[in-house]
Nanobody
């Protein structure tokens, strides 16, 4: 099973930027679609962004479209989430996961989550 370690979170003012990283173990990483999810206090975990194994297909939640981008470096077994124009409502713990896509969206492939990385956006 792929092990995932998220990093890059922190405290930032509204309008600022952060780049999250997710380092994955395992030689199968380059064949896996990957995604980012987040859980805000008192809310359910929600999909943020996804990227196919080749990087040729991406998807974003409506709430982050135009502000966030997702990329991957298969040589480094790492997926990134670039977050710009951050808003206080982006405050959450961010997790990466192996995902699959269907006609209705992108979903976690496994019920496995790393420790996450905290993003806090102050107003």
């Amino acid at each position: 099973q792929v092990q995932l370690v998220e990093s890059g979170g922190g405290l930032v003012q509204a309008g600022g930027s952060l780049r999250l990283s997710c380092a994955a173990s395992g030689r199968t990483f380059r064949s896996l679609s990957m995604g980012w999810f987040r859980r805000a206090p008192g809310k359910e975990r929600e999909f943020v962004a996804g990227i196919s194994w080749s990087g040729g297909s991406t998807s974003f939640a409506d709430s982050v479209k135009g502000r966030f981008s997702i990329s991957r470096d298969n040589a480094k077994n790492t997926v990134y989430l670039q977050m710009n124009s951050l808003k206080p409502e982006d405050t959450a713990v961010y997790y990466c996961a192996v995902v699959f896509s269907s006609g209705s969206g992108w979903y976690p492939q496994y019920d496995y989550w790393g420790q996450g990385t905290q993003v806090t956006v102050s107003s």
